[in-house]
């Protein structure tokens, strides 16, 4: 019974799924259509007009049109610049993050040497105290055994 409900709501799911995707594409055929529409009374209009104004008046519409495109280009080449410098900026504070980390990775390396020589410096001492001590030890036997 559970089984034959949950595949009557995935039945009923897809169905709705395949009835939104059809309005989808319906909307977008219809967007598309009014786009073309639109583009097309806006040409229509520009003619028009073009036509029913004197050739200076004409000039200036033509003149403010290609001052918005123009603008409008504009516009994208300074997002256009601003993006490169951001790219650039990036790529400058890689380098830098970069060096950083080889600069660290050589203090490291630094440090690691010092420790072992600390390390190899702390044994070469400890040896002498080691000979001192046997130095001391066995001064007292040659002494004995010198007397002797």
């Known amino acids: 019974m559970e089984v034959d ?8 799911l897809n169905e709705e799924q395949a009835r939104v995707e059809i309005m989808i594409a319906e909307h977008k055929s219809e967007t598309r259509d009014l786009q073309r529409e639109a583009n097309a009374k806006m040409d229509l209009l520009l003619a028009t007009v073009s036509a029913k104004l004197d050739h200076q008046t004409a000039m200036i519409v033509r003149w403010v049109a290609g001052t918005m495109i123009g603008g409008f280009a504009v516009l994208v080449a300074i997002v256009i610049n601003m993006l490169h410098e951001t790219n650039l900026r990036i790529d400058d504070v890689r380098h830098q993050v970069e ?3 080889q600069r660290t990775d050589a203090r490291i390396e630094d440090f690691r040497r010092q420790v072992e020589q600390w390390h190899r410096s702390d044994e ?4 002498e105290q080691m000979e001192a001590r046997i130095d001391r030890l066995e001064s007292p036997r040659r002494r004995s055994g010198q007397a002797e």
């Open 5 to 12: 409900f949950r595949e009557e709501m995935n039945a009923r």
């Open 99 to 101: 060096q950083s980390q």
């Open 124 to 127: 070469a001492r400890r040896i």
